[in-house]
C-alpha cells in the first residue's frame, strides 16, 4: 500500500496541513523528505526502518552518512542527499542557537534599528516593525515603495502581516528623503485611521516614526497617539 491508499487522516501531508509539523511523528516527517517508498514498502514504513535501525534515535540518524542512508532498499543517492541536506540544516540550527531579537524601548531605538535600511534612500518607503509583547522585534516587512515624495501604505496587507506573524503591536516607519521630518497631512490621517483599527481588534500602534538622516519625528513622542 502506497501513501495515497492510506485513509485522509492517515496520510502525512494531509495530517501536516490539518495539524501542522509538530503533529506528526519522527517516522511521518521522515516520510514526507522519503517521498516514495518501493514497490514493497510505502515511504511511512521505509522510514519506520530507517529510525529502527537508528534505534530511534534522531542524534544518530543525524550523523549518518550517504552510505549508511543508502543500504536501505528505496534510498538512492537523490533521496539520500536530500535527508542528508535536512539533517545538516537541524545540525546548523542548533549550534546556532536562538535568533537574539532587538528589544525597542523608546524611538531612539526605533531610529537605530530602521537607519539600515532608510539611510541615504533616495526614495520613500514604508516599513512596519512587529513585535511581540516583550517589545521584541519579531519581523520587520517593508510594505511600499514610492517615489520621491510619496508611498502608499495598504492597511489590509498591513495588519494581515501582522496577524500572521501572531504580532501584539505595530510601529510604522517611512522615510522623508527630503529631510524634512514634519509629518504630512497624509501622514496624520493614516496614522489615525490605522490607530482606531488596531484599538479595535486588539493590535496597538505604538508609534510610527518618520525619519531623516538628521533626525526623526516621532508620533509617540509628540503626543499625537495619546487617547483622545
Known amino acids: 500500500m502506497n501513501l495515497l491508499q492510506l485513509p485522509s487522516s492517515d496520510q502525512p501531508r494531509n495530517k501536516l496541513h490539518q495539524h501542522g509539523p509538530r503533529g506528526l511523528t519522527d517516522s511521518e516527517l521522515l516520510a514526507l523528505l522519503i517521498g516514495k517508498g518501493t514497490q514493497h514498502k510505502n515511504a511511512k514504513d521505509l522510514a519506520l526502518d530507517v529510525l ?44 546556532q542557537g536562538p535568533e537574539i531579537r532587538e528589544i525597542i524601548r523608546n524611538s531612539k531605538d526605533v531610529y537605530q534599528y530602521v537607519r539600515r535600511t532608510f539611510s541615504l534612500l533616495p526614495f520613500e518607503e514604508f516599513v512596519i516593525l512587529l513585535m511581540n509583547n516583550n517589545h521584541e522585534i519579531i519581523h520587520a516587512h517593508r510594505l511600499s515603495r ?46 489615525k485611521n490605522y490607530r482606531k483599527f488596531g484599538q479595535y481588534i486588539d493590535l496597538p500602534i505604538l508609534d510610527h516614526l518618520i525619519y531623516t538622516d538628521y533626525g526623526y519625528f516621532s508620533f509617540a513622542d509628540e503626543g499625537l497617539l495619546d487617547p483622545p
Do not use: W
Not at 52 to 71: E, G, I, W
Not at 157 to 170: S, V
Open 52 to 95: 529502527v535501525h537508528f534505534n530511534n534515535s534522531l542524534y544518530r540518524m543525524f550523523s549518518a552518512t550517504k552510505a549508511d542512508l543508502q543500504q536501505f532498499r528505496g534510498i538512492g543517492p537523490a533521496k539520500a542527499a536530500l535527508l542528508m541536506a535536512c539533517f545538516e540544516l537541524g545540525r546548523r540550527m542548533n549550534a
Open 146 to 191: 514610492g517615489g520621491i515624495t510619496g508611498t502608499v501604505a495598504d492597511g489590509r496587507i498591513l495588519f494581515k502581516i501582522a496577524l500572521d506573524f501572531k504580532a501584539t503591536a505595530i510601529i510604522l516607519c517611512h522615510n522623508h528623503p527630503s529631510g524634512n521630518p514634519k509629518p504630512s497631512e497624509q501622514d496624520i490621517r493614516l496614522t
